[in-house]
Nanobody
Framework: EVQLVESGGGAVQAGESLRLTCTCSGFTRATIDMSWVRQAPGKGPEWIGTIDIRGITKYYLESVKGRFTISQDDTKNLVYLQMDSLTPEDTALYFC???????????????????WGQGTQVTVSS
């Protein structure tokens, strides 16, 4: 059974750091691009970035560039999201997802919600 389980969320103060972990099972992480996405209450999903099968990362969200880092440990089938200099605007439910946003003929297609894990909550207070 394919499963993604996020962990590492919590409540922190602005300026602090967290590292989220996505534990992948039922498939080999190294064969699939993996992404992180977040969703704040009342808002739509924001795609943070992707790490592809070559280990190359791409970040979509301008507000996290330079602060968030995606990495992997393929020996353990894990994907990480290191988040530094957190702000209250980073408060959201964070998910990892199989797959990555795809641009096809000018339109972007996103991995379906069924490809995501159950999420881990990150709350940043000022």
């Amino acid at each position: 059974e394919v499963q993604l389980v996020e962990s590492g969320g919590g409540a922190v103060q602005a300026g602090e750091s967290l590292r989220l972990t996505c534990t992948c099972s039922g498939f080999t992480r190294a064969t699939i691009d993996m992404s992180w996405v977040r969703q704040a209450p009342g808002k739509g999903p924001e795609w943070i970035g992707t790490i592809d099968i070559r280990g190359i990362t791409k970040y979509y969200l301008e507000s996290v560039k330079g602060r968030f880092t995606i990495s992997q440990d393929d020996t353990k089938n894990l994907v990480y999201l290191q988040m530094d200099s957190l702000t209250p605007e980073d408060t959201a439910l964070y998910f990892c997802s199989r797959g990555a946003p795809q641009n096809v003929s000018g339109s972007t297609y996103y991995p379906h919600r069924s490809y995501w894990g159950q999420g881990t909550q990150v709350t940043v207070s000022s």
